[in-house]
């Protein structure tokens, strides 16, 4: 009989034990640095990886100290091999405090020893000035009644002066010491500030169970998205002369406040959205329309408000998707509840229908300061031709322009461009990309070789009544000189003015045969000037309107002046 039991038990006892081992858990924290990153113009997409040990059974693999701005509906979880994912889940820790860099840490230990010593001055202080009012409050010497002979009476006034005085001249110095520590304190907060530096900052946890039925070594890749992090265009343009292409260098202000720094990771810029819809997508009306002027609104990043919404004159897109807004609200949760602040304003721009990603060769550190950081994306050697500009009407300056043709292959994102010019800072220009002609203009600042003057011409200007109406007649003249050795292109601007009334007229008397616009009543000349040639351009016109009305026949502009 106790044969028979042993062979039992030594039957079912295998079987018991890898059932066991095949329900129990076997929990493992994680902490991995981000490897990788898709930074799109709001949000990116950060990837992890790590070479983990299974054990038979189920594990239960927990990632600790990521970023408490991440989307959980984002999480994706690959394993290779034949382990099988059962369930992904997430969590954020307010117990787990990040780890925080060298210099924040050691600003934290100095402003937390600055914070004593001005508390044990302080304490100071609070003793001396105690012992200072009991001084004073102690002036009757030997009651009311009995007086006080004369030598005690000196003893007693010179020991109250002396007292008095001393401890009057170990407040000042307190005093002196406390203002010293206060403006060292103040400076080691404001760095603190200037580095983004959070306390008690939470983390984020991801939770996966996976089952194996044998030991494996496997790698396990995770992704998600998150939000507070972005790029935004800047370029450099770099032009020596005219008889040369031009240098585009395009570069990324990357920024980074997730809460975990982005250490040596390699980086993919893209303008894609990273809260595509899964939707079939259905085409909108395209109106398109004379554009009145590129209009940029400045909006910051506001709880319950969708950090970037895109329209324009001519093409309107729509609003963020439900998506998108979805992952905004999210992490204005995220950020009430752990009291962190969205530091970073968003502009609205444009972007091609047709996403562009960049792939940066060069690994790059990101601190998540939320400050913005520069990233190099490629260079480009444009051959360009060149003409000049000039409105003196507004600006009595002669502009050169570059103009490139092809630029649609290129995939720029307007932003602002520095503009450099035979090795010098020029200024800074915008790149426009909305543009439906096939050729860019880019500005390179003004060209103080080429000389432009516009002036009145008084003896051709009058005004005068005319029975019931007022008649006033304008000219001006222009004058374009080129210092150059060599010619140039350029074109000339002004405008006469529209009648917004039918009893006022705007008739032309003049215009050196100039290409008008009626619509906007526009005037354009185009010259090629030699080197030494000056042209001068004349123009006039009148306006017609009832006397008893008064209206404004010229602009002005408003500026700040002081006043006394």
């Not at 239960?60 to 509906?73: R, V």
């Not at 998150?226 to 240098?247: M, R």
């Not at 998707?321 to 992952?327: D, F, G, K």
């Not at 060209?447 to 200007?461: A, G, H, P, Q």
Request: charged share 25%; glycine share 4%.
């Amino acid at each position: 009989m106790k044969k028979i039991n042993l062979a039992l038990f030594s039957f079912i006892f295998p079987i018991a034990l890898r059932a066991y081992c095949q329900n129990t858990e076997m929990a493992q924290e994680i902490s991995i640095p981000v490897q990788s990153a898709i930074v799109y113009l709001y949000g990116a997409e950060v990837s992890h990886s790590k070479l983990v040990t299974l054990s038979p059974g189920r594990n239960k693999i927990i990632f600790i100290g990521l970023s408490p701005k991440l989307n959980a509906k984002s999480i994706q979880v690959s394993v290779a091999g034949d382990a099988a994912i059962l369930s992904i889940s997430d969590a954020m820790n307010y117990m787990a405090n990040q780890k925080e860099g060298v210099r924040i840490k050691q600003l934290k230990d100095s402003s937390l020893a600055l914070s004593d010593a001005v508390t044990e001055i302080t304490n100071e202080k609070d003793a001396y000035s105690t012992e200072k009012n009991m001084l004073l409050k102690n002036d009757a010497i030997g009651g009311n009644e009995k007086g006080v002979a004369i030598a005690e009476l000196k003893l007693a006034a010179d020991f109250y002066r002396s007292r008095i005085k001393e401890i009057n001249i170990e407040l000042s110095r307190l005093n002196k010491t406390a203002n010293l520590l206060n403006e060292s304190l103040l400076k080691v907060n404001q760095q603190l500030i200037a580095l983004n530096a959070k306390n008690n900052q939470p983390s984020d946890e991801i939770t996966v169970l996976i089952s194996v039925s044998v030991k494996t070594t496997t790698t396990i890749n995770l992704k998600y998205i998150v939000t507070d992090a972005g790029w935004a265009p800047s370029y450099d343009l770099l032009a020596e002369d005219v008889n040369q292409p031009i240098e585009l260098k395009y570069r990324a202000k990357v920024f980074n406040n997730t809460g975990v720094d982005w250490n040596d990771i390699k980086i993919k810029l893209s303008t894609s959205d990273p809260s595509q819809s899964a939707a079939k997508p259905i085409l909108s009306p395209w109106n398109l329309d004379y554009n009145s002027g590129v209009n940029f609104k400045k909006s910051g990043y506001g709880y319950n408000n969708s950090p970037i919404s895109q329209s324009n004159e001519g093409y309107m897109q729509n609003a963020p998707s439900s998506m998108q807004s979805a992952m905004a609200m999210d992490a204005d949760q995220k950020l009430s509840k752990t009291n962190i602040a969205q530091p970073v304003k968003f502009e609205e721009i444009q972007v091609s229908e047709l996403s562009a990603e960049f792939d940066i060769k060069t690994n790059y550190s990101i601190p998540a300061d939320s400050k913005p950081y520069i990233v190099d994306v490629t260079e480009y050697k444009l051959p360009a031709s060149f003409q000049h500009f000039s409105a003196p009407k507004l600006v009595r300056d002669a502009f050169l322009l570059a103009r490139i043709t092809g630029w649609e292959d290129l995939d720029l994102v307007e932003g602002p461009a520095n503009v450099y010019y035979a090795g010098t800072y020029v200024g800074q220009s915008y790149i426009y990309t909305r543009s439906v002609d096939d050729t860019l203009d880019l500005s390179l600042g003004r060209d103080n070789k080429v000389l432009v003057t516009r002036s009145k011409i008084k003896e051709y200007c009058s005004k005068k009544l005319f029975g019931n109406t007022t008649k006033e007649t304008f000219a001006y003249e222009m004058a374009i000189k080129n210092n150059r050795k060599t010619p140039v292109q350029i074109e000339i601007q002004d405008q006469l003015p529209i009648s917004a009334q039918s009893d006022i007229t705007v008739d032309a008397i003049e215009t050196s045969k100039a290409e008008y616009d009626s619509k906007t009543g526009k005037l354009t000349w185009e010259y090629t000037l030699q080197p030494g040639d000056v042209k001068k351009i004349a123009f006039s016109y009148s306006v017609k309107y009832p006397k008893n009305t008064s209206i404004k026949v010229q602009k002005f502009r408003t500026v700040s002046a002081p006043s006394f």
